[in-house]
Nanobody
């Protein structure tokens, strides 16, 4: 059964950094675009960044220049390096394929940025 497990979240002060990891099981990893999503309290889940099989990336405007998505197909892992974090980045972060598939949502990892 395909599973996605996120890790790396935590509490950090504004301006700090975190690196999130998403470990994927199953052979689909190398043939799908992957995405990092987040959901803040009271808000809808939103796409933060995505990366294609070939390594092309896209970011939402609010994280451009601060976040970097990458993937290691050999390790079935996708990463999100987050620098210069802001309080508005506080959310539960999830990975999924892109477009997202409902049955692949995992537990997510909490990121909290204090001001």
């Amino acid at each position: 059964q395909v599973q996605l497990v996120e890790s790396g979240g935590g509490l950090v002060q504004a301006g700090g950094s975190l690196r999130l990891s998403c470990a994927a099981s199953g052979s689909f990893f190398s043939i799908n675009a992957m995405g990092w999503y987040r959901q803040a309290p009271g808000k809808q889940r939103e796409l933060v960044a995505r990366i294609t099989r070939g390594g092309n990336t896209n970011y939402r405007d609010s994280v451009k220049g601060r976040f970097t998505i990458s993937r290691d197909n050999a390790k079935n892992t996708v990463y999100l390096q987050m620098n210069n974090l802001k309080p508005e980045d506080t959310a539960v972060y999830y990975c999924n394929i892109w477009p997202a598939r409902e049955n692949l949502w995992g537990q997510g990892t909490q990121v909290t940025v204090s001001s």
